[in-house]
């Protein structure tokens, strides 16, 4: 079914990629993808949308992309498309567990998750997004420095140097954050 979808979408008529590759290069990238927007950022309600999105851009310009940097390609898009989607509303903080309707076992495992997950969120949401695109690609989603340079479309000295800042600024935020408790969203300093 996915097949007939893909191919549907893509038009795989004039495609680059023969239809299993595609296939292969969605199901190889989707989940890396899905978490690089969460991890930029884009609220929880609108990540799926957000990653079809990407494919979509990707669906329209394939002939453009060169063999072989499909994958680069799909997450430079990924991080345009979360600079949009951040910028076109204001970020959202995420709800309350509803306890009562979960049927997953764990709530205090869940709960414990559900805090670092904020926690994150706030203290990422605090880096510059030039900062934060590099260090969520290293640190979250293990890209190497190379292909973060050729995703953000940056000199490989420039990335490194970005990574570093946001390094520092990234622990400067640990530390203020386990000092003062979550970093103020009111843009005022503690």
Avoid: C, N
């Amino acid at each position: 079914m996915l097949d007939r979808v893909l191919d549907a979408q893509v038009g795989l008529a004039s495609a680059s990629l023969e239809p299993l590759e595609l296939h292969q290069l969605f199901k190889e990238t989707y989940d890396g993808i899905w978490r690089l927007l969460r991890g930029l950022g884009v609220p929880a309600d609108r990540i799926d949308d957000a990653a079809q999105q990407v494919f979509l851009v990707y669906a329209e310009r394939r002939a453009d992309v060169a063999r072989g940097s499909e994958r680069s390609f799909l997450f430079g898009t990924a991080l345009r498309v979360a600079h949009v989607v951040r910028r076109a509303g204001s970020r959202e903080l995420p709800g309350e567990i509803d306890f009562a309707s979960s049927d997953q076992p764990g709530i205090d495992e869940l709960t414990d998750q559900k805090r670092a997950r904020q926690v994150l969120d706030h203290i990422l949401d605090q880096l510059e997004p030039e900062l934060r695109d590099v260090f969520v690609l290293y640190e979250l989603e293990e890209f190497t420095m190379p292909e973060i340079a050729a995703i953000v479309e940056i000199p490989l000295g420039t990335a490194a140097s970005r990574l570093r800042r946001g390094r520092d600024k990234f622990s400067a935020l640990v530390r203020r954050y386990s000092t003062f408790g979550p970093p103020s969203t009111s843009g005022g300093e503690r």
